[in-house]
């Protein structure tokens, strides 16, 4: 009876531990993802700023100037050239401005990119609101391409007074995503 019961425990055990293993895949990739883009929703983390359409009216704020800064880095092994066309713009808030980054695709070969937004402070990234950007989409680039990324912007005037800088930050990756690169 003694050899009997090790093998019990052993069994039980090893089905506790592939319940807990199935488990925890489940989690990770069935609820973890929702739970995320909810918390990237509310907090804006993530460069989550607006995710809706919306029609926006102009109400410029002519007494009141914003600097927006433009930081454009690469994932460390893409094959790119990314940069701001410009490094920063002073801006009135309620005022639509309209800026670009270049891309260059340094490969032999067609690649899809994603940008990936990130705003700081974190409290501007309800305030601040993308009208078209370029990381709303994927980019195909054709071997050894080179083009303008459009950005068009507008500050809410209701971003908190002591807030005078933005920095718009976007991470250039190389994606596996060959829809766009088919479609063009």
Known sequence: M????P????????VRLLVFAAGMFAFGFLALPPLYDLFCDITGFGGRTNTTAAVVAERPDETRT??????????????????????????????????????TNRSSEPLVAQAVPSV???I??????????????????AANEARALPLQFIV????????????????LFKTENTYVSRAR
């Open 66 to 103: 914003i600097r927006v800064e433009f930081v454009a880095t690469v994932n460390s092994y893409a094959p790119w050239d990314f940069s701001a066309d410009v490094d920063s713009m002073e801006v009135h808030p309620g005022k639509m401005y309209f800026a670009t980054f270049s891309a």
């Open 7 to 14: 093998r019990i425990s052993n069994r039980a055990l090893t």
């Open 2 to 5: 003694n050899d009997h019961q």
């Open 156 to 171: 809410d005037p209701e971003l908190p007074e002591y807030v005078d800088t933005i920095t718009l930050s976007y991470t």
């Open 120 to 122: 700081a402070p974190v």
């Open 124 to 141: 501007a990234n309800e305030y601040f609101k993308k009208i078209e950007c370029f990381c709303f989409t994927s980019q195909g680039f």
